[in-house]
C-alpha cells in the first residue's frame, strides 16, 4: 500500500452525514460495515502512530536536566501536519466507499449461513 499521508491530502477532514442504506449496500448488514471500517481505521491510527514516533524521534534532544525544556521547530511543525490529517475513521470510511478495502468472511461464517439458508 502507498503512503498514507498522500492519499488522504485532498480529503476533507470535516465529519460528514452518510447514507446508512448506501453503506450497508455492499454487504447487506450496516453492523458487519461498521466492523470492517473500525478494524481498517485501528490500522491506520496505528500506522499514523508509528510513523509520527519515528518522526519525531529523529529530532529528540536528550538532556540531563529535566528543567531545560526546549522547542524543536520541526518537531512542532510535524505534529501539527499529523493533528490536520483526516480521523482514521474518515479515511477508511473513504476507503470502503472506493472498494479499496478487502474484506471476506471466515470459513465458519461462511458454513453458518449456508446452514441458515438450508433450514429456510
Do not use: C, W
Not at 447514507?19 to 496505528?46: C, F, M, P, W
Amino acid at each position: 500500500m502507498s503512503d498514507i499521508k498522500t492519499q488522504v491530502q485532498g480529503l476533507d477532514p470535516n465529519v460528514r452525514a452518510r447514507d446508512v442504506h448506501g453503506l450497508a449496500g455492499k454487504t447487506g448488514n450496516i453492523y458487519e460495515v461498521l466492523s470492517i471500517i473500525t478494524k481498517r481505521s485501528k490500522q491506520l491510527a496505528v500506522d499514523l502512530k508509528q510513523e509520527l514516533h519515528q518522526k519525531l524521534e529523529e529530532f529528540a534532544v536528550s538532556s540531563d536536566t529535566i528543567e531545560e525544556v526546549s522547542e524543536n521547530k520541526e518537531q512542532i511543525e510535524i505534529s501539527k501536519f499529523y493533528e490536520r490529517l483526516p480521523n482514521p475513521v474518515i479515511i477508511a470510511t473513504e476507503e470502503f466507499l472506493k472498494d479499496e478495502i478487502y474484506h471476506r468472511y471466515n470459513k465458519k461464517r461462511k458454513r453458518e449461513e449456508e446452514e441458515e439458508s438450508f433450514l429456510d
